[in-house]
């Protein structure tokens, strides 16, 4: 006994070290990710000279006015279609419904600047929707009014068009997740199907729907290429100037700022908003849902309402792309096409593997203080892991390359002093950059899909795992990897596609002379070569349609009782 007890505390010594170890590595991992973050919090207070009085009396007023007019418009429009189409696929019974209820996921793979590309070499004074009119009715420039799709509105509308789906989404899965018992009581009380909707089902679907909307307007606030293009003065088009055409990173940091200010604003109000209501599945068990079965002008109405945002969103600009790829099969079928294809693809997959695999250790590393209150240096880091996601391009690149520059800066001048040796820019302007930005942004689509699927694996799985004697790095590959393999799948899939239509930070900190389908794409865009663009476009739309056809699947089977059926 003498000797089992030192074994013993020595054996405790070293789980505690381990443990200790683990919780310092993830704390370290997530301190770099949050690096971009703080450089852009700390510029601040930097003092910028006149700049920051010229930026305010100018264009500030034009961002500030711009920005809040865009986000209005898109909430509009994603609630109204993500909300309304989710109720109609979840109880009702129409023409379409089961084609419509993955359909719907479809514009969810649409880049937003795609899309407005697109629109506007079909209705611009020069696309063919206006020449048709002036050559049908014989119409002069001034004889008629078009509506002007480089403008606000036309911005808001191509971002709500590509964005409702993240309502759409979180809506169906909360309509899905819904007690029947609770929507039967309000029609036993005599309430309309109205009624039962916004009184009773709207409510319980509220912080599901908030969230949704919340990834929504992140996503409309870091737009970039849709702004740009439209000629709309927005926070993310003015960090790009003030950064590349004023040459100014300390006052281009301080919009960032500001800008992130605004996000975070959102990411608060969504969390207090989750936090402040707690809405709980009222009955245990889960019937079948019986939609009510819709006919005569109701179910046209329905379907319509359906169909409208899967033309306009998905459809429509799909085929004037398809349509461009044929005509102009040079597009795609070039020397060039098949290294941008491959450079493209070769980062997206890279960056995803590596998001997954930080994604899985810290959750991980959080797994193992599971039984602790409170906050542990291991859920602190995997908090801070996941503000990535709510940094919008730009800022990330603002945040990235301030940083990365010091040190290039700070070891050229070493190595200057020392051995009379430039060594030039060792981060900066290259893929280590490019790879480290794509991973901070998104970051959190791993980390919190991993760890929604890790939640599933129960202490009585490890445990029952131990008395066979399978414990540690062999417990992970053997029990937990099958049983999370395909929420594992997702992550890398959705990384994948947000990776390959990521546009704003690739075209501020891509390496020279490499180019990817989102900048070529944006590139041929922006000298109007829009038949040009096309075949990148396309490439891009192609690849996203793989993750949103298993969030389908997926959306389709989460409730219970319901199987696999739509």
């Not at 007890?5 to 070290?17: F, S, T, Y």
């Not at 991992?29 to 703080?38: E, K, Q, T």
């Not at 960032?256 to 009222?282: D, N, P, Q």
Request: charged residues 15%; glycine residues 8%; contains cysteine.
């Amino acid at each position: 006994m003498a000797v089992a007890e030192p074994n013993i505390r020595n054996r405790m010594l070293q789980n505690d070290l381990k443990r200790r170890s683990v919780s310092i590595l993830a704390l370290a991992v997530a301190a770099l990710i949050a690096v971009p973050i703080l450089v852009v919090i700390g510029f601040i207070f930097v003092p910028t000279g006149d700049i920051w009085q010229h930026l305010a009396t100018t264009v500030l007023p034009n961002y500030l006015i711009n920005t809040a007019l865009l986000t209005i418009g898109v909430s509009f429009l994603v609630l109204s279609i993500g909300v309304s189409c989710a109720w109609f696929v979840t109880m009702y019974e129409f023409p379409g419904r089961q084609h419509f209820s993955w359909a719907l996921f479809l514009p969810l793979a649409m880049p937003a600047y795609i899309i407005a590309y697109t629109y506007t070499g079909m209705f611009d004074f020069a696309g063919p929707v206006q020449t048709t009119l002036r050559d049908f009715f014989g119409w002069g420039r001034d004889d008629y009014w078009f509506p002007e799709m480089r403008s606000v509105g036309g911005a808001a509308l191509m971002l709500g068009l590509v964005l409702y789906p993240y309502v759409y989404l979180v809506s169906r899965a909360a309509f899905n997740e819904q007690s029947v018992a609770a929507l039967e009581v309000g029609r036993t009380l005599g309430r309309s199907p109205l009624q039962v909707f916004l009184g009773i089902a709207l409510p319980l679907a509220r912080p599901a729907i908030v969230a949704g909307l919340a990834l929504a307007l992140m996503e409309t606030l870091s737009d970039f290429g849709t702004v740009q293009y439209f000629a709309v003065d927005t926070f993310t088009t003015g960090i790009y100037r003030t950064w590349l055409g004023l040459g100014e990173p300390a006052a281009a940091a301080q919009l960032a700022a500001m800008l992130m200010g605004f996000v975070f604003l959102l990411v608060i109000l969504e969390r207090i908003s989750r936090g402040k209501r707690k809405y709980h599945h009222t009955g245990g068990r889960y019937q079948t849902i019986n939609r009510q079965q819709l006919t005569g002008w109701k179910s046209i109405v329905c379907s319509l309402f359906c169909f409208v945002p899967v033309f306009f969103g998905f459809l429509l600009p799909v085929g004037w792309l398809l349509n461009k790829s044929i005509l102009y099969p040079e597009t795609v079928f070039n020397l060039g096409f098949p290294s941008l294809v491959i450079s493209s693809i070769s980062v997206a997959v890279a960056a995803s593997i590596l998001a997954l695999l930080i994604a899985m250790f810290l959750v991980y590393a959080k797994r193992q203080d599971r039984n602790a209150g409170g906050l542990s240096l291991r859920k602190i880091s995997v908090r801070i892991a996941a503000m990535g996601y709510a940094i919008p391009g730009p800022v990330l690149a603002v945040g990235v390359l301030i940083p990365f520059g010091f040190v290039d800066n700070s070891v050229d001048r070493f190595m200057r002093d020392t051995f009379d040796i430039s060594t030039g820019l060792i981060l900066s302007g290259t893929l280590i950059a490019l790879m480290f930005a794509y991973v901070v942004r998104f970051l959190a689509v791993s980390l919190n899909t991993v760890e929604a699927s890790v939640e599933k694996i129960t202490p009585n799985m490890e445990m029952a795992a131990q008395t066979m004697g399978v414990t540690g790095l062999n417990a992970i590959f053997r029990v937990h990897i099958p049983i999370i393999s395909g929420s594992v799948m997702t992550a890398l899939l959705l990384v994948f596609v947000d990776v390959l239509k990521e546009l704003p930070a690739t075209l501020i900190m891509r390496p020279f002379g490499f180019e990817t389908l989102a900048v070529r794409a944006y590139e041929l865009a922006s000298d109007e070569r829009l038949a040009e663009a096309a075949g990148p476009s396309i490439a891009i739309v192609a690849a996203g349609i793989i993750p949103v056809i298993i969030l389908s699947r997926a959306i389709g089977r989460s409730r219970p009782g319901q199987g696999s059926k739509g």
